[in-house]
Each structure stands twice: as C-alpha cells, then as structure tokens.
C-alpha cells in the first residue's frame, strides 16, 4: 500500500510522519486491496479556535472511500479518521460475506 501524505498548510515532523505511517498501515490488515492511500493536513483558523482537518481517501477497486475528521490536535484528528477506515472496512467486509452468503442459499434451494 502506498501511503500520500499532504499538508499544503505547514510541513509535518519527522515524528508526525512516522505517526501517520504507523497508524494508516494498520488499515491493510483489515483489506488487503488498498492500492494507496492519501492523507490531507489542513489547519481551519476560525476566529479564537484552531482545528485540524484530516481527510483520508483510500483507493479500494470498486468504491473508493472518503473519510474527515476534525480536532484541535494532529495525533487526535488522524486517530479518528483511522478509526472512521476501520469502521467502513469493517462493514464493507461483512456486506460481502453477506452477499456471498445469500449468493450460496439460492443456489443451494
């Protein structure tokens, strides 16, 4: 899996770089089709309040998926958008066990 790393705001640490590797690689355990994936840094300054934008797009043959999240610190906002990966993977994997399932029954009546 190729992992993109993007921040046209402010360039990343070195430890921050290795944070995102570490956390997004755990994705492939859970698809094994992931061709890349791309992760975007934004910071959204709103009046007193300063939030990290992290958007994640997974390139899966067939659907692609699309994931955001927000948070005022970096680990937080790439840790939920991780999470958000797993949760998706997670029911697009047992949708197609459930189509396969279904696939099996008609043809087993």
């Known amino acids: ?10 360039k990343p640490s070195k ?7 570490e956390k997004v690689s755990k994705l492939e355990r859970l698809h094994s089709g992931i061709i ?10 709103k009046k007193t309040k300063e939030l990290i934008r992290c958007t994640l797009i997974l390139n899966i043959p ?5 994931l955001k999240a927000n948070s005022p610190i970096f680990e ?20 197609k066990l459930v189509t396969r399932k279904k ?3 008609e043809k087993g009546k």
């Open 1 to 10: 899996m190729k992992i993109i790393i993007e921040s046209p705001d402010f």
């Open 103 to 105: 696939g099996i029954k």
């Open 36 to 45: 890349s994936a791309e992760l975007t840094l934004e910071k959204d300054v």
């Open 62 to 66: 067939g659907k692609d998926e699309y």
């Open 76 to 95: 937080d906002a790439i840790l939920k958008v991780v999470e958000n990966a797993q949760r998706r993977l997670r029911i697009r994997k047992t949708q």
């Open 15 to 21: 430890s921050l770089n290795e944070y995102i590797i």
